[in-house]
């Protein structure tokens, strides 16, 4: 038996996880989760936004989280991590 899986999860959330002073302006809480195969991850999808990393912000350091990116090419990095995972992805 391995000990380890051969998947790797990226968990994320947005909103306000509380019920006390809902924010009347987004009164939502979403938890989403990103699974991809250990293989499908190294060989593709991390590859593709390193590269894009380099292309946008010059390394490969940043992190990609909207509220983060500069508005010059925060357009242009969004779609091509779309793309990106879009490629090498399952939605489910």
Avoid: W
Avoid at 20 to 32: K, R, Y
Avoid at 52 to 73: M, P, R, T, W
């Amino acid at each position: 038996m391995d000990d380890f899986s051969d998947f790797i999860i990226f968990a994320d959330e947005s909103g306000d996880h509380g019920m006390e002073n809902i924010d009347t302006e987004f009164p939502v809480f979403a938890l989403v989760f990103c699974v991809f195969s250990k293989n499908d991850y190294s060989r593709n999808v991390e590859p593709g936004v390193r590269e894009l990393k380099f292309k946008y912000f010059g390394h490969d350091v940043a992190i990609l989280q909207n509220g983060k990116c500069e508005n010059s090419c925060r357009r242009s990095v969004f779609c091509a991590t779309d793309l990106i995972l879009e490629k090498n992805s399952t939605m489910i």
